[in-house]
């Protein structure tokens, strides 16, 4: 269904809610006339959608505006920041992170906890998710926002919005909704849960606040610790829809006969171009870790100084290998490509040879299209 057009049969009454505050987080300050103006709603039913989010502490109103022409002058209307709010929570493999975001965007708060492996067994990321929610919470609490919802972002793949499948959290059939629905209930709250393949995250986030748009099909490769993927197709309206890979992008087999991996198989591409694999063949000691934990690691200045192991293991590995398994995925005619986290140290010399690497014989599903060297923001 449409988001920017009213809607008429079907679940008019939410759909015209949702229009309504979408348009004052796009266009507030902004009257009741001027949302009828836009929604192409009447002014009756503005005024009286209004009201209900009014009542929902979702709007505030900002007071009288500039006068516009004869008459009362117009009450502008905006987000209410100190309404409801969510939580995000990022799950990896040394820690669990989270920030309060209240509706206007704004970051309310944030908070991380630590772990040397939260691999394995999922309840130590429950017991560290447990000490950032504490926290956030006591920090809404203080605002006076009321929190929401809860989203986590894992790296793997999510069913149900709960059951996570994740190698690279050794996490198999594991329901982090349930085991966080327990956390919070400890706390007092009975919040909603919901669990999300954090490359999708990542990628809804670069077409709502980043470069990317609505209209066109994005391909977003990036990750931490692990490499992940995901394909937004192009939406005219509403969020985009999300296509995650059959697994994770980390373990497609790249190289017949390659290095042993983690999950058990040959020649993953994280053997060739994970993070840990790029820091062993440029000869760096130092053990792998998040950004979050361990900041940009080594590996950025090794490459500005040019050191020669530093720029082979990041030539060798990302650039060639990304094209080989991006390629077998079902969007051939990407508007955008974005290489991101742990991946933007070695962005700088793949997009042209990506773009030069589509295996011999791939050709686009559309006849007649081929596939471009996409523009790569890091």
């Not at 709010?85 to 975001?101: K, N, S, T, Y």
């Not at 919040?191 to 748009?213: D, M, P, Y």
Request: glycine share 14%; aromatic share 2%.
């Amino acid at each position: 269904m449409e988001r920017e057009v009213p809607a008429r049969p079907l679940r008019q009454h939410e759909h015209n809610l949702a229009l309504v505050a979408e348009l004052v987080a796009s266009l507030g300050p902004v009257s009741r006339a001027g949302l009828a103006r836009h929604s192409g709603l009447t002014k009756t039913t503005v005024t009286q959608l209004t009201g209900e989010l009014l009542d929902g502490a979702l709007l505030r109103e900002l007071g009288t505006g500039r006068a516009r022409g004869p008459g009362r002058p117009a009450t502008d209307l905006v987000l209410n920041s100190l309404g409801p709010a969510g939580i995000g929570l990022q799950f990896e493999a040394d820690h669990v992170a989270g920030c309060l975001v209240d509706l206007t965007g704004r970051v309310r708060d944030r908070a991380i906890r630590r772990a040397d492996d939260l691999r394995g067994d999922a309840a130590p990321a429950s017991r560290a998710a447990e000490v950032v929610l504490r926290r956030l919470l006591r920090t809404a609490e203080t605002t006076g926002n009321v929190v929401a919802g809860v989203a986590a972002g894992v790296p793997g793949r999510v069913a149900d919005s709960s059951v996570v499948n994740s190698t690279e959290l050794g996490w198999q059939e594991t329901d982090l909704g349930c085991l966080l629905g327990d956390r919070l209930a400890a706390l007092g709250g009975g919040i909603a849960v919901s669990a999300h393949g954090s490359h999708r995250l990542a990628a809804l986030a670069e077409t709502l606040f980043g470069g990317a748009t609505r209209q066109q099909p994005l391909l977003y490769v990036g990750g931490e610790l692990g490499l992940g993927a995901c394909v937004l197709t192009a939406a005219a309206t509403g969020p985009p829809a999300g296509r995650e890979s059959p697994g994770d992008l980390a373990h497609l087999r790249v190289r017949r006969g390659g290095p042993r991996c983690s999950c058990g198989g040959r020649g993953c591409l994280e053997t060739v171009a994970g993070y840990r694999a790029m820091l062993r063949a440029a000869g760096a000691r130092t053990v792998a870790s998040s950004r979050l934990c361990g900041g940009e690691g080594p590996l950025p200045g090794l490459l500005e100084s040019g050191d020669p192991a530093a720029v082979a293991a990041t030539r060798a590995g990302p650039a060639p290998s990304a094209a080989r398994s991006v390629a077998r995925w079902r969007c051939w005619n990407p508007a955008r490509s974005y290489s991101a986290a742990g991946l933007a140290h070695s962005a700088r010399p793949s997009p042209a040879r990506c773009g030069r690497r589509w295996p011999g014989g791939a050709r686009p599903r559309r006849p007649g299209c081929v596939p471009p060297a996409c523009p790569v923001t890091r």
